[in-house]
Nanobody, 118 residues
């Protein structure tokens, strides 16, 4: 069984920052890719950023330069540092881990709400 526990969401003003954390436990392997997705009401879930076991990162165009993803393979934890937040970043953010080839082998956290509003 795999569990992903997220933390760090909340309400911030535009231009503010948040740091999301996700700790994974259970039958997870260190070579799995970890990442963050988000979903706003009425919208499709979209990739925000992901990172391989070798720390190669990929970002959505909308967040590149503002967000930074990182991971600690010893702790099986992935982080998302979000800077210069915009109202359009408002969404539920989900942690994910998956096999890099067998995409069907993936797991999700419960989601954490991020709201950017003045």
């Amino acid at each position: 069984q795999v569990q992903l526990v997220e933390s760090g969401g909340g309400l911030v003003q535009p231009g503010g920052s948040l740091r999301l954390s996700c700790a994974a436990s259970g039958s997870i392997f260190s070579f799995y890719t970890m990442g963050w997705y988000r979903q706003a009401p009425g919208k499709e879930r979209e990739l925000v950023a992901d990172i391989t076991s070798g720390a190669s990162a990929n970002y959505a165009d909308s967040v590149r330069g503002r967000f930074t993803i990182s991971r600690d393979n010893v702790k099986n934890t992935v982080y998302l540092q979000m800077n210069n937040l915009k109202p359009e970043d408002t969404a539920v953010y989900y942690c994910n881990t998956k096999h890099p080839r067998l995409i069907g082998l993936n797991y999700w956290g419960q989601g954490t709400q991020v709201t950017v509003s003045s």
